[in-house]
């Protein structure tokens, strides 16, 4: 006897369509968002696909945007110039589709211009004359100091300048693995603002394993001999295509290709100077 609809009889595509409706709810998981307006919402497991579904969409049409970073762990400018960046970022993230930021080292004075200690800040300025020295301590550092302070940096003038071939070999074990943006955020504020050596070798290892890289990894890195001779080609490698100094950015955007940084007007001194950038990226786009 077929089924029936009131009077009638349920024809067999509608009888097929029946079929499958159940069999397809039957699948759904059972937890269901509490109704609102008095009608029954979607089941909690069909919104979060459609929600998820509908942010990877938007993430592809975003503008992509590429960064590369050059910098010296020794520089409170690099400090600036990260913590900058971050913060800029930080508000354009549903805006653009940042790729993962590529980190070079670079070392400004080569390994054995200062001892195993290291030498206090203020000798190091006063190393360069006494010109330069009163620029830098009464000038430049305060400046740098204030900008800092405006972050939320917290910089010491009694911490100690030391060569970075260490801590230069694990940032780029830390880019390998993935985890460099985090490694160099985490070392400049502990150097900077807490007085720690970046080249100390339990620290440095711990750092590592926190973030994940496997300690065979970590073992081959730190005790490769040729470590100085690689931290060495890299600088001079770098240092033959700076613009100027060190922290150097590059940001590039899908729409554009070049590198903004070499025709924007300013410095990696302040999140608005990247907002400019992140801003130029949107435009081309629609344009």
Same mark, same amino acid.
């Given at each position: 006897m077929p089924l029936r609809s009131g009077n009638r009889p349920l024809a067999p595509l509608a009888l097929l369509g029946a079929v499958l409706l =159940? #069999? /397809?709810? /039957? !699948?759904?998981p059972t937890t269901f968002v509490a109704p609102s307006n008095n009608k029954m919402a979607c089941p909690r497991g069909v919104e979060t696909a459609a929600t998820t579904a509908a942010a990877a969409i938007k993430q592809a049409a975003l503008p992509r945007v590429e960064i590369k970073v050059i910098l010296d762990f020794m520089c409170p400018w690099s400090f600036i110039g990260m913590r900058s960046l971050q913060i800029a970022r930080e508000r354009? /993230? @549903?805006?653009l589709e940042f790729a993962p930021v590529d980190f070079v080292p670079f070392e400004f004075d080569p390994p054995g211009t200062y001892p195993p200690e290291g030498t206090p800040w203020i000798d190091y300025c006063r190393c360069w004359g006494e010109s330069k020295a009163k620029f830098l301590l009464e000038d430049k550092l305060p400046r740098a100091f204030s900008l800092g302070k405006e972050l939320g940096i917290e910089f010491r003038m009694d911490r100690r300048v030391v060569h970075t071939v260490e801590v230069n070999t694990a940032l780029v074990l830390a880019q390998r693995h993935g985890v460099a943006e985090a490694f160099v955020a985490e !070392? =400049?504020?502990r150097h900077f603002e807490h007085l720690e050596d970046p080249n100390d070798a339990p620290k440095l290892r711990a750092r590592l394993q926190a973030l994940g890289i496997p300690e065979h990894d970590i073992d081959s890195a730190v005790s490769d001999p040729l470590r100085a001779t690689r931290n060495e080609e890299r600088t001079s490698a770098v240092r033959a295509g700076l613009r100027g100094g060190v922290p150097q950015f590059e940001v590039r955007? #899908? #729409? !554009?290709? @070049? @590198?903004l940084c070499a025709s924007v007007p300013g410095g990696p001194t302040s999140p608005m100077y990247f907002e400019r950038l992140f801003d130029f990226c949107?435009? /081309? +786009? +629609? #344009?």
């Amino acid at each position: 006897m077929p089924l029936r609809s009131g009077n009638r009889p349920l024809a067999p595509l509608a009888l097929l369509g029946a079929v499958l409706l =159940l #069999s /397809a709810w /039957a !699948t759904v998981p059972t937890t269901f968002v509490a109704p609102s307006n008095n009608k029954m919402a979607c089941p909690r497991g069909v919104e979060t696909a459609a929600t998820t579904a509908a942010a990877a969409i938007k993430q592809a049409a975003l503008p992509r945007v590429e960064i590369k970073v050059i910098l010296d762990f020794m520089c409170p400018w690099s400090f600036i110039g990260m913590r900058s960046l971050q913060i800029a970022r930080e508000r354009f /993230a @549903d805006r653009l589709e940042f790729a993962p930021v590529d980190f070079v080292p670079f070392e400004f004075d080569p390994p054995g211009t200062y001892p195993p200690e290291g030498t206090p800040w203020i000798d190091y300025c006063r190393c360069w004359g006494e010109s330069k020295a009163k620029f830098l301590l009464e000038d430049k550092l305060p400046r740098a100091f204030s900008l800092g302070k405006e972050l939320g940096i917290e910089f010491r003038m009694d911490r100690r300048v030391v060569h970075t071939v260490e801590v230069n070999t694990a940032l780029v074990l830390a880019q390998r693995h993935g985890v460099a943006e985090a490694f160099v955020a985490e !070392t =400049l504020s502990r150097h900077f603002e807490h007085l720690e050596d970046p080249n100390d070798a339990p620290k440095l290892r711990a750092r590592l394993q926190a973030l994940g890289i496997p300690e065979h990894d970590i073992d081959s890195a730190v005790s490769d001999p040729l470590r100085a001779t690689r931290n060495e080609e890299r600088t001079s490698a770098v240092r033959a295509g700076l613009r100027g100094g060190v922290p150097q950015f590059e940001v590039r955007s #899908s #729409s !554009t290709g @070049d @590198d903004l940084c070499a025709s924007v007007p300013g410095g990696p001194t302040s999140p608005m100077y990247f907002e400019r950038l992140f801003d130029f990226c949107i435009s /081309a +786009r +629609r #344009s």
